[in-house]
């Protein structure tokens, strides 16, 4: 072979190398940049983490209008589902247009998801992300989990849409494939069941009553997972159900004036947040409104740790007399105001004590307290990083770690009757006026190079 | 690359500033404006079916443009003179390739006018329009270095059009091909396939392998026409 | 002005007239029709068992029968319970001429009713509400959604 020849060899097997490792580079890291307004088709981390647990084929099935603008940003956003996990197909189905297919998924709504996984079956509403990869969340882990939600102390409800009501928390429960249910400790023999996968007080305001406290802290104590959101406005004393986890309820009113939004110096901003835990990942600032204080104790039993997760700033206090003033003095206590704790117990359970080599297990409780309730109402949850704050503290209690924080996104009015004259001016314009610009352009140029050539 | 830019000015004067460019060039906006209609009928102010006509009609107009790049040189007795100049057979394939892409261009911007048009009327979405267009452009110079590849294999403009069709069409249904098989031949084959490799331009997201697709399309394009000019010489 | 530029410009002349004339002729989306007017002195309902006309003040949704979509290359009609209508409205123009439209099977959300006139290959879905009282008349019972 001449050298020519040779090196003509060398540059091609170069060239196929080259587009074979760059093709293989991009294909492998998959980025993209998405200019669209809502970022409809950047799937967010928690979606990614969600699909990373994806091991075997599942298929998506939307049911929807093929001819609608619908069906086709569901084949965009389904696409971009493929394009993270190749294990993941999809298909859009017309139900009007394929009955049969319908009738076999039992299908009676537009817009309606089928999740398919390992032989199991999810459906979702809707063609968003929020609702796919709930829906694949709860295909991949194969069931429900149940939280209850303590209520007969005037908590406010979950499903009240008013700012003060907490149906942003109740959406939230239901998108991340949790049952919710009720639990009434203050009617007949308080026990709270088994199956709760955590069990959350969300502002209560009525005293607990001793057989409660007792029902919530066997629950606790036998590997239990407890959110208590409290607050200064509780006519109960949270210390009962606190103390046992390292945790005491100081009470008053955490005044702030360094960190506080709109001249309130009671509506706290917290920027401390010091701890490592999971519960404060992604967190930056919380704003907590109307917040009690809590201490954590100096001597803690073994296996018994205390986050401190949010801190207020060193020119805060706790004030003992907020109803008539909120000056320091020497009844209040200085701050920096602990506001938020995560207590993680672990011990080992023998059957007779004898020790973990007598083949006990290991018995692991958390309790999630905050000294302020207002964070978690409607009005509230979606400010700074409050929403992020309770969906890690969800999934540091069910210990799920992709959970979805993102909210539904608003889509804007995108629609364009097209009337008959708006058809005909777009004709006009694109099928007249521009091609013969551009041909008047063609012959211009023509002419005038034919006339320079007579010149020459 | 001085001869190369020689060359593509050289092709760009005489494709563009004849019947054929202008006609292409109006041909193409014209069309755009009719699929305009068609791809309105959603009452959406959106342009995603439009754009994916126009990334169809683009392989055509590739086609069209392309052929004429070596044939007609072939045709006018010139080839023979530049393949014996003393230019390199990758400045000639880049200057070739840079004369069709000023055509593609002009072609391209014509069209600019739909979504300023819907625009006007409506309220659509800028991100997808912009990376429509970026689209085009990277799928139009793709589609063109095919165009050239075959273009240089052959004395035959006709040939050389249809031949650009049949590459296209042939990567077209690997696509299709892959929906009936599983597992890595899947993968392989509809990774191999333009349509899957435009649905992002079309949402409005420009991905890493999209652009990695047609960039190398260009490069394997031009590869082949320097091989293929090498053979005849 | 050269041969090749005449052959250009008449080329895109030519583009620019088929257009033109589209533009004429196309229009915004219309409500397709499975029958078109209102101009039909009888409807009759009929079944397998037993046959009515359409009271007057019923015709008022039957004339035109407006659909919601259309599927002009439709499935089997198995699939939407075509091959075995339940119902056939009997069109009579005043001119004498007829038109039959098979009624066939609610859709998967009941909201629906695929439709057929015979003779022709599409395949129709009108409201069901518009054919609910008709269908009634004749002893067929389209249960709305719950």
């Known amino acids: 072979m001449s050298r020519s020849r040779r090196r003509a060899v060398l540059i091609g097997l170069a060239i196929v190398v080259a587009v074979v490792v760059g093709n293989v580079v991009a294909y492998a890291h998959n980025a993209q940049a998405d200019l669209s307004a809502t970022h409809h088709f950047s799937l967010a981390p928690q979606t990614k983490g969600v699909l990373d647990q994806v091991k075997a084929p599942l298929k998506v099935t939307a049911f929807l209008n093929k001819a609608g603008a619908e069906a086709r940003d569901a084949r965009f956003l389904l696409a971009r589902y493929q394009e993270l996990n190749h294990h993941i197909s999809f298909s859009v189905i017309d139900p009007d247009a394929d009955p049969t297919a319908a009738r076999r998924f039992g299908i009676s709504q537009y817009s309606t998801v089928v999740v398919m996984y390992k032989g199991r079956r ?25 939280v209850c939600v303590l209520a007969g102390h005037g908590e406010p409800a979950l499903d009240d849409q008013t700012g003060a009501g907490l149906s942003k928390v109740g959406d939230i429960l239901r998108h991340n494939a ?18 709760c996968a955590a069990l959350f007080d969300f502002g209560p305001r009525d005293p607990f009553g001793p057989q409660e406290v007792q029902a919530i802290n066997a629950y606790a104590k036998a590997a239990g997972r407890v959110m208590l959101v409290t607050s200064s406005l509780t006519r109960a004393d949270p210390n009962p159900l606190t103390v046992p986890w390292g945790v005491h309820f100081l009470g008053g009113l955490v005044v702030d004036p360094q960190r506080s939004e709109g001249g309130d110096p009671t509506n706290v901003v917290i920027e401390d947040l010091p701890s490592a835990s999971p519960v404060v990942d992604g967190v930056n600032r919380l704003q907590f409104p109307a917040s009690a204080g809590v201490a954590v104790d100096p001597g803690l039993r073994d296996g018994l740790t205390v986050e401190r997760l949010a801190v207020t700033s060193g020119a805060s206090w706790v004030e003992s007399n907020p109803d008539n003033e909120l000056q320091f003095d020497k009844n209040d206590l ?91 001016r777009i004709l006009v314009i694109t099928v007249g006026l521009v091609p013969g610009l551009i041909i008047g352009a063609g012959l211009l140029a023509h002419f005038g190079w034919r006339r320079r050539r007579r010149r020459a | 690359m001085r001869q ?39 009452n959406q102010a959106r342009l995603d079916l439009w754009f994916s006509s126009l990334f169809v009609a683009l392989g055509l ?36 390739l840079l004369g069709v892409c000023g055509v593609l ?97 079309l949402r409005g997201t420009i991905a890493a392998t999209d652009v990695a697709y047609f960039l190398s399309m260009t490069l394997v394009g031009l590869a082949t026409v320097v091989v293929v000019l090498g053979a005849r010489r | 002005m050269n041969k090749t530029y005449r052959a250009a410009t008449l080329a895109v002349g030519l583009l620019l007239a088929a257009c033109g004339g589209s533009s004429h002729s196309g229009s915004a989306p219309k409500v397709p029709e499975v029958v078109a007017g209102s101009n039909w002195p009888g409807i009759s309902v009929s079944t397998a068992t037993a046959s009515a006309e359409v009271p007057v003040d019923a015709r008022r949704n039957l004339a035109p029968l407006l659909a919601t979509r259309v599927f002009n290359r439709p499935a089997p009609l198995a699939e939407y319970g075509l091959d075995h209508p339940q119902a056939t409205l009997g069109y009579r123009g005043p001119g004498g001429q007829t038109v039959d439209v098979d009624v066939g099977a609610l859709n998967f959300d009941r909201h629906f009713v695929y439709v057929q006139r015979r003779g022709q290959p599409a395949v129709y879905l009108v409201p069901a509400d518009t054919l609910r009282a008709t269908l009634a008349v004749v002893g067929i019972d389209l249960k709305p959604p719950e």
Request: glycine share 10%.
């Open chain 1, 178 to 195: 949790y049952d919710v249910r009720t639990v009434d400790l203050t009617v007949g023999q308080p026990a709270v069941p088994a199956d």
């Open chain 2, 61 to 96: 107009l590739a086609a069209l443009l392309a052929q004429r790049a070596f044939a007609e040189e072939e045709r006018a007795g010139t080839l023979e003179l530049l393949l014996t100049s003393p230019v390199r057979f990758w400045q000639v394939a880049v200057g070739k």
């Open chain 1, 334 to 424: 200085p701050g920096p105001v602990v506001v938020a704790t995560a207590s993680d117990d672990s011990h080992v359970d023998t059957p007779s004590g004898l020790g973990s080599a007598a083949g006990g297990h290991i018995v692991r409780t958390r309790v999630l307290i905050t000294a302020s309730d207002t964070w978690l109402t409607n009005d509230f949850l979606d400010r700074l990083s409050n929403r992020r704050f309770f969906v890690n503290g969800l999934a540091w209690l069910t210990q799920e770690e992709q959970l979805l924080a993102t909210t539904a996104q608003v889509s804007t009015d995108r629609s364009l009757p097209l009337t008959a004259e708006r058809q005909a």
């Open chain 2, 4 to 42: 190369a830019l020689t060359i593509g000015a050289r092709d760009l004067r005489a494709t563009y500033v004849s019947a054929f460019g202008i006609g292409c060039t109006a041909a193409f906006a014209a069309l755009a404006g009719v699929l305009l209609v068609f791809d309105l009928r959603g």
């Open chain 2, 105 to 201: 261009l002009a072609a391209i911007a014509a069209t600019i006018v739909c979504p300023l048009l819907v625009s006007s009327m409506g309220n659509p979405d800028a991100g997808p329009i912009v990376t429509g267009y970026f689209g085009l452009l990277l799928v139009g110079v793709g589609f063109l270095s095919v165009g050239l590849a075959v273009s240089a294999a052959t004395p035959n403009p006709l040939v050389a059009a249809a031949g650009t069709a049949a590459v296209l069409v042939a990567l077209w249904l690997a696509g299709v091909l892959a929906g009936s098989l599983g597992g890595r031949l899947h993968a392989v084959l509809q990774y191999l396939s333009p349509t899957s490799h435009v649905t992002g331009f």
């Open chain 1, 122 to 146: 999810v459906e979702a509403p809707a063609v968003d992300e929020l609702d796919v990869s709930t829906a694949i969340l709860r295909a991949v882990r194969g069931g429900t989990k149940t």
